[in-house]
């Protein structure tokens, strides 16, 4: 919907934008920002489809979030895992 109406915004609408505005917006401008929505709204859902927690990864491993039950696992091994 955003890239069609960044289509829409730049080649169809410009002239009458730019008029309505008083030169001081035109089409490009709001076709680049309903192009970049276009972009961000694909991203948020690949985002959505993938497991893998791109966001948070640091030094090129990602990690991917899990949550574990730690009241089965012993005192010792917890603290062993906090030191290193």
Known sequence: ??????LAATFGL???ICSLASHYVDG???GSVFQLLAVMMVYKYWDSITSEDLEFSVGGTPHI???????DVPKQ??????HE
């Open 1 to 6: 919907m955003f890239f069609g109406l960044s």
């Open 77 to 82: 091994r917890l603290e062993s895992k906090s």
């Open 28 to 30: 490009m401008f709001l």
């Open 14 to 16: 410009s002239n009458q």
């Open 65 to 71: 979030w899990h949550v574990q039950n730690t009241m």
